[in-house]
Protein backbone atom coordinates (compact mmCIF):
# COMPACT_ATOMS: atom_id res chain seq x y z
CA UNK A 1 0.00 0.00 0.00
CA UNK A 2 0.88 3.51 -0.76
CA UNK A 3 2.03 6.36 1.81
CA UNK A 4 -0.78 8.36 0.08
CA UNK A 5 -3.11 5.55 0.42
CA UNK A 6 -2.52 4.59 4.21
CA UNK A 7 -2.94 8.45 5.29
CA UNK A 8 -6.14 8.63 3.14
CA UNK A 9 -7.11 5.30 5.43
CA UNK A 10 -6.04 6.61 8.93
CA UNK A 11 -7.70 9.83 8.11
CA UNK A 12 -10.81 8.28 7.27
CA UNK A 13 -10.52 6.40 9.89
CA UNK A 14 -9.54 9.09 12.44
CA UNK A 15 -12.49 10.82 10.94
CA UNK A 16 -14.84 8.38 11.64
CA UNK A 17 -13.72 8.30 15.34
CA UNK A 18 -14.67 12.21 15.64
CA UNK A 19 -18.01 11.89 14.27
CA UNK A 20 -18.79 8.71 16.60
CA UNK A 21 -17.23 11.25 19.37
CA UNK A 22 -19.60 13.57 18.69
CA UNK A 23 -22.16 11.57 18.89
CA UNK A 24 -21.35 10.02 22.11
CA UNK A 25 -20.63 13.99 23.59
CA UNK A 26 -24.13 14.66 22.69
CA UNK A 27 -26.01 12.14 24.49
CA UNK A 28 -23.21 12.29 27.35
CA UNK A 29 -24.64 16.17 27.23
CA UNK A 30 -28.42 14.90 27.39
CA UNK A 31 -30.37 15.89 31.09
CA UNK A 32 -31.30 13.26 32.87
CA UNK A 33 -34.53 11.40 33.11
CA UNK A 34 -36.88 12.47 35.99
CA UNK A 35 -38.15 8.88 36.13
CA UNK A 36 -35.97 7.42 38.74
CA UNK A 37 -36.15 3.99 36.59
CA UNK A 38 -35.18 5.35 33.23
CA UNK A 39 -32.50 7.89 34.99
CA UNK A 40 -30.83 4.50 36.36
CA UNK A 41 -30.91 3.38 32.46
CA UNK A 42 -29.71 6.47 31.41
CA UNK A 43 -26.83 6.23 33.97
CA UNK A 44 -25.71 2.89 32.90
CA UNK A 45 -25.77 3.76 29.72
CA UNK A 46 -23.64 6.89 30.22
CA UNK A 47 -21.11 4.48 31.80
CA UNK A 48 -20.73 2.60 28.38
CA UNK A 49 -20.49 5.67 26.59
CA UNK A 50 -17.68 7.05 28.92
CA UNK A 51 -15.77 3.65 28.33
CA UNK A 52 -16.18 3.69 24.37
CA UNK A 53 -14.90 7.85 24.40
CA UNK A 54 -12.41 6.68 26.34
CA UNK A 55 -11.54 4.12 23.62
CA UNK A 56 -12.35 5.89 20.93
CA UNK A 57 -9.78 8.89 22.17
CA UNK A 58 -7.38 6.22 22.58
CA UNK A 59 -7.29 5.37 18.89
CA UNK A 60 -7.44 8.73 17.69
CA UNK A 61 -4.35 9.19 19.93
CA UNK A 62 -2.80 6.11 17.95
CA UNK A 63 -3.56 6.89 14.55
CA UNK A 64 -2.18 10.17 15.30
CA UNK A 65 0.78 8.86 16.13
CA UNK A 66 1.04 6.47 13.00
CA UNK A 67 0.11 9.78 10.72
CA UNK A 68 3.37 10.98 12.08
CA UNK A 69 5.24 7.71 11.67
CA UNK A 70 4.33 7.88 8.06
CA UNK A 71 5.73 11.43 8.05
CA UNK A 72 8.57 10.26 9.45
CA UNK A 73 9.14 7.41 6.99
CA UNK A 74 8.62 4.71 10.27
CA UNK A 75 5.97 3.77 9.18
CA UNK A 76 5.47 -0.28 8.78
CA UNK A 77 8.71 -0.90 11.68
CA UNK A 78 7.54 -1.84 14.94
CA UNK A 79 8.53 0.70 17.61
CA UNK A 80 9.78 -1.40 20.19
CA UNK A 81 12.44 -3.88 17.51
CA UNK A 82 12.10 -1.48 14.47
CA UNK A 83 11.16 -4.69 12.39
CA UNK A 84 9.05 -4.64 9.65
CA UNK A 85 5.49 -5.22 10.76
CA UNK A 86 3.62 -7.76 8.61
CA UNK A 87 1.22 -6.17 5.83
CA UNK A 88 -1.44 -8.56 7.25
CA UNK A 89 -1.31 -6.94 10.43
CA UNK A 90 -0.77 -3.20 9.17
CA UNK A 91 -4.02 -4.01 6.92
CA UNK A 92 -6.48 -5.01 9.87
CA UNK A 93 -4.62 -2.57 12.49
CA UNK A 94 -3.63 0.18 10.24
CA UNK A 95 -2.01 1.94 13.35
CA UNK A 96 -0.20 -0.32 15.34
CA UNK A 97 2.84 0.46 16.19
CA UNK A 98 4.16 -3.22 17.19
CA UNK A 99 4.74 -6.48 15.49
CA UNK A 100 3.16 -9.43 16.66
CA UNK A 101 5.90 -10.42 18.72
CA UNK A 102 6.36 -7.44 20.46
CA UNK A 103 2.72 -6.66 20.64
CA UNK A 104 2.31 -10.46 22.66
CA UNK A 105 5.36 -9.38 25.08
CA UNK A 106 3.33 -6.63 25.97
CA UNK A 107 0.26 -8.09 26.49
CA UNK A 108 1.34 -10.80 28.44
CA UNK A 109 3.56 -8.57 30.72
CA UNK A 110 0.21 -6.45 30.93
CA UNK A 111 -2.09 -9.77 31.56
CA UNK A 112 0.64 -10.30 34.96
Keep these: MKNEEIEN ?10 RRLSAIDADLGAALDPDSEDRITQVENDQVLTEMRREAGEQITSI ?9 GSFGRCVRCFAPIDPSRLDAIPYTPYCV ?3 RLLDERLSL
Excluded: S, Y
Design 101 to 103: TCA
Design 64 to 72: EAALERLKR
Design 9 to 18: KLNTMKADLQ
